[in-house]
């Protein structure tokens, strides 16, 4: 049978002369498989380097030639598949422009179809009339007859029903593809050139495993996504590389974390009678339970000669502050200094300032708790580091700066990191690379994950949870202002405004733009990736423009404003923070600066507009600021965002629940799948293919456990080569990704 096809080009398109004909492996350089030019295509286009990298590329879904049609009953502008006969076949050359036409004619009997095809002469000489063949593409009605342009199809030598049928049902894959790399060249190269000559394939699953789940071998696999019979064909496929996806990202995983366990760390026992116990014997409160079971862990992990990599999680307010204060006290007990990572530099200063209150005067001018952020004076910046590099200061808080390569310590034993989500686990290694030892390192996150995902981002942390609230916490509602059905409710947002300020309460209002004229930029500090990156076209709500509009509203007379955003110098937003938490300020407008840890008990209301412009996890920690003293906290979250837009559902499903283990889920549904893990977060762009942790929760728990007893077995994976060699090369990528960003 003559394999033709729909290409723009002529037949010889892949057939250089300078690709190399020996067999290949996975691990053959690219231009082994498809020569040097095709090669520079694909490695400009997508970045593949191996054999293995182009395989890897996957199909984005499937087409179907459409089913069988009557030449009688062609619907015009609709994808049909026609069995017929060539009648007649003419070329002349076009007169307009340099280049020729072929046309021929199709009849199944019923009807009469034109086929055209331009710059593509060789047509005529396959398209003989008496031949019959299948015909597929979409009716084009062009001078009162019915044509179809370019179209794809196969002719028979052997006529018959069943070679018919299965050049119908087969699926066409379409792939991710370029303007220069089409999705049918992508195919024809992988089909024709490549798959025909892989030799080996090493599978990285174990035989056992792959029996169990009744798992196709890994080459087998390799040709059912890339070249399916039929649709059970790629299904098949793509179920068994998916499921390897997560067998070896789990399998990498928990290798890590076995990795980290052997290593060595200082052991940091509490010291009876020295700080923790100094520290827990002044607390005015009594910790909840959680607090109590999840201190317990942290203080057994630390009193291990292996470093302790622990995710904390726990709703805004639950005290995970306190959990990780005490932790540092436990190594401060040994003479070990703790670094405490927040995500800016207000969060910075703010955690220092509460970090000395909680210790009192004498637990601080012992332990000496100093900031070291990027914003400081170069001489106090100096001193700073004099402080760590002495060991005289036992805790030091800073931002991204610590990670700066001439900060050193005297003794790192802990490294905090608060609020996780700004930090991936390139920064992770980074710190762990601080001491001469590793630290132990405590996670804390106040966005809850969920299960699969945290296997997948944190799989080489152990998980706390911390879901108990401290008792006496204020209620919180939250509202949707629906702009767009409800546009007057605005003006009642600020009535509401003006009757907390009257009530003696503060208000904090939040805008996703600083100035009107960078309305339409993202607000780099305290920005999140996690917002719709498909803008409405109205500018966002700015900080300046809100402002304004506040101080002229008459029923907002009097109160004291001010604004608070990434582009103020750094004293002036302590200033305006510590005004605020002071309470001789009654509102301020500010951007995402103020999302997390900012702890002003006063605080009722929180306003945010265009709410719809904001992440899921960003609306829960913003409305964390309110309800967190004596006043119930009320959380307005205005949009004029259509009802079943992405941005509107997210505000919904904000506004309709507290539990952030809830919204978690919700989130992970609303997102699109990249963002999920965002790029810092994923270990870069090649380690998820086909694998989703929104929907496939079931197979990454299972590959994880299957992956945690093989390793159990095979702590070195010896008997598993193909397998340690998949996971090196899933790390090589990850740190290959990691160089091209940094
Ligand atoms: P998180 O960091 O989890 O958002 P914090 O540790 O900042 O929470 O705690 C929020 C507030 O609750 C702080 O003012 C803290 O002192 C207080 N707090 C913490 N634990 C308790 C507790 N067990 N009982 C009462 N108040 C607590
Ligand atoms: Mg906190």
């Known amino acids: 049978m003559a394999q033709t096809g729909s290409e723009p080009t002529k037949r010889s398109v892949s057939q250089h002369d300078d690709v190399p004909s020996g067999p290949v492996t996975l691990a053959s350089p690219l231009q082994a498989g498809i020569g040097p030019r095709q090669a520079a295509l694909f490695h400009r286009a997508f970045g593949h380097e191996t054999v293995g990298d182009l395989l890897a590329h996957y199909p984005r879904r499937y087409a ?115 303007s220069t790399l089409a999705s049918w060249k992508i195919a024809k190269v992988i089909r024709e050139t490549v798959l025909p000559k892989l030799s080996d394939v090493d599978d990285p699953m174990p035989a056992e495993v792959a ?38 990202l789990q399998a990498a995983l928990l290798q890590e974390r076995a990795r980290l366990r052997e290593t060595a760390a200082t052991a940091r026992m509490p010291v009876p009678g020295k700080y923790v116990a100094r520290f827990d014997a002044a607390l005015p409160f009594q910790l909840t339970d959680d607090q109590q079971a999840v201190g317990e862990q942290i203080a057994h992990d630390l009193a291990q000669p292996v470093p302790m990599n622990r995710l904390v999680q726990g709703e805004v307010g639950s005290g995970k502050t306190v959990v990780a204060l005490r932790a540092m006290l436990q190594v401060a007990d040994n003479g070990g200094q703790s670094a405490f990572l927040a995500p800016t530099e207000v969060l910075a200063s703010q955690h220092l300032r509460s970090i000395v209150a909680a210790l009192g005067p004498d637990l601080s001018a012992e332990l000496m708790p100093t900031l070291l952020t990027g914003r400081l004076s170069a001489s106090e910046r100096r001193k700073a580091m004099l402080r760590a590099i002495s060991g005289q200061a036992q805790i ?73 609230l401290p008792a006496g916490r204020q209620r919180i509602e939250s509202f949707v202002v629906p702009l767009a059905e409800h546009p007057r409710w ?135 600021r309110v309800g967190r003293g004596g006043v119930p906290g009320l959380c307005l979250f205005v949009t004029a965002a259509e009802p079943g837009t992405t941005g509107r559902e997210r505000v919904d499903a904000v506004a309709a629940t507290l539990d952030g283990f809830e919204l978690a889920e919700a989130d992970l549904e609303l997102r699109r799948e990249g963002d999920v893990l965002g790029s810092n977060q994923s270990g870069g762009r090649s380690s998820l293919r086909l694998l989703r942790v929104a929907r496939d929760g079931e197979i990454i728990e299972q590959a994880r456990a299957d992956a945690g007893a093989m390793l159990d077995a095979d702590p070195h994976l010896e008997g598993h080569p193909a397998l340690a060699s998949a996971i090196a090369s899933r790390l090589t990528d990850r740190s290959r990704d990691f160089l091209a960003r940094a």
Request: glycine fraction near 6%.
């Open 64 to 178: 179907h030639r459409g089913e069988l049609t009557a030449l009688a009953e062609l619907p015009a502008g609709e994808d049909v598949t026609i069995v017929a006969e060539v009648k007649s076949c003419s070329k002349r050359a076009m007169r307009q422009r340099h280049g020729s036409i072929v046309e021929a004619t199709i009849s199944d009997g019923t009807g009469i179809l034109t086929l055209t095809f331009f710059n593509q002469a060789w047509r005529a000489n396959e398209l003989i009339p008496g031949r019959r063949g299948t015909f597929a593409g979409k009716v084009n009605r062009y001078k009162n007859s019915l044509q179809l342009t370019h179209p794809d199809y196969e002719l028979f030598d052997d006529p018959s029903e069943s070679v018919v049928e299965a050049w119908q049902i087969r699926p066409i894959p379409i792939y991710p593809a370029t």
């Open 211 to 248: 029996a169990e789940h009744g798992l196709e071998q890994f080459r087998v696999a390799l040709t059912g996504i890339h070249t399916p019979t039929d649709d059970a064909d790629w299904r098949k496929a793509r179920d068994a590389l998916r499921f390897q996806e997560a067998f070896v």
């Open 396 to 468: 030091v808080v800073g931002t991204h700066a610590l990670l700066g390569e001439n900060v050193s310590f005297f003794d790192l034993g802990l490294v905090v990191v608060d609020e996780q989500h700004r930090f991936g686990v390139e920064q992770r290694d980074a710190l762990r690379a601080k001491a001469s030892s590793p630290p132990h390192q405590l996670v804390l996150t106040a966005t809850p994950i969920p299960r699969t995902v945290a296997m997948t981002v944190f799989g080489d942390l152990d998980v706390s949870t911390i879901a108990q």
């Open 490 to 624: 605005e003006s009642r947002v600020w009535e509401r405004a003006a009757e907390e300020i009257a009530a003696g309460h503060q208000v904090f209002v939040v805008c996703p733009a600083i100035s009107a004229k960078e309305a339409e930029e993202e607000e780099l500090e305290g920005g999140d990736d996690d917002a719709d990156s498909a803008r409405p076209p109205t500018p966002a709500a700015s900080v300046e423009q809100t402002l304004a509009a506040v101080r002229s509203d008459p029923r907002l007379a009097g109160a004291r404003t001010a604004a608070l955003h990434g582009r103020m110098s750094a004293d002036d937003k302590d200033a305006v923070m510590l005004a605020f938490a002071a309470g001789t300020l009654d509102l301020i407008v500010a951007t995402t600066v103020i999302e997390v840890g900012v702890d002003v008990p006063n605080a009722s209301a929180m306003i945010v507009l265009d709410a719809d412009r904001f992440g899921v996890s960003q609306l829960h920690q913003l409305r964390g």
